[in-house]
């Protein structure tokens, strides 16, 4: 089951060139696999789409039963601000104290690169794809002082 959540962050009509169901700013798809929620966001997550960001991260931390695991797929974000991966740690530390895995999917060259330089241990391992983060594997290598797994 898949749920979409389009633009929560501009209320305004997109221009006639773009399809009906893409708006500016932060798009998300939450799909359930039995106890897995899975997260797939799109366009940026900055100072004007934060809020939004922390709503869905909440809402699908709240719903979402031990052991989870949570999954945050990042790769269709453009833009990821410093301060919205403190939130996703925030909402890691959530998911640990009620034993629900959260685990983060995206680029090495990215999301791990902004993990290591905020030592944000909460967020580790930083998964390949959607599939090794179900799977839970077994981190395979680092970058930059973060641990990538897959």
Known sequence: MS?????LS????????????TL?????????????????????VDAYTL?????????VVTAT?????????T?????????SMLALAE??????????RLCVVGSPLVVTRIVALLDLDA?????ASVEDALAGSVPSGGSLGGRVAG
């Not at 809020?51 to 809402?59: I, N, V």
């Not at 790769?75 to 301060?83: E, N």
Request: contains cysteine.
């Open 91 to 100: 909402e890691a530390e959530a998911c640990r104290l009620r034993d629900v």
């Open 65 to 73: 039963a031990a052991p989870g695991p949570i999954v945050i797929d």
């Open 75 to 83: 790769g269709g974000l453009g833009f990821m601000a410093c301060r």
């Open 51 to 59: 809020p939004t960001w922390r709503k869905l991260l909440r809402e």
């Open 24 to 44: 500016p700013g932060l798009n998300a798809t939450v799909e359930r696999r039995g106890n897995a929620a899975i997260v797939h966001v799109h366009g940026e």
């Open 123 to 127: 967020l580790q391992p930083i998964y």
């Open 10 to 21: 501009n209320p305004t009509q997109p221009p006639a060139d773009e399809p009906e169901n």
């Open 3 to 7: 749920t979409a959540l389009h633009g």
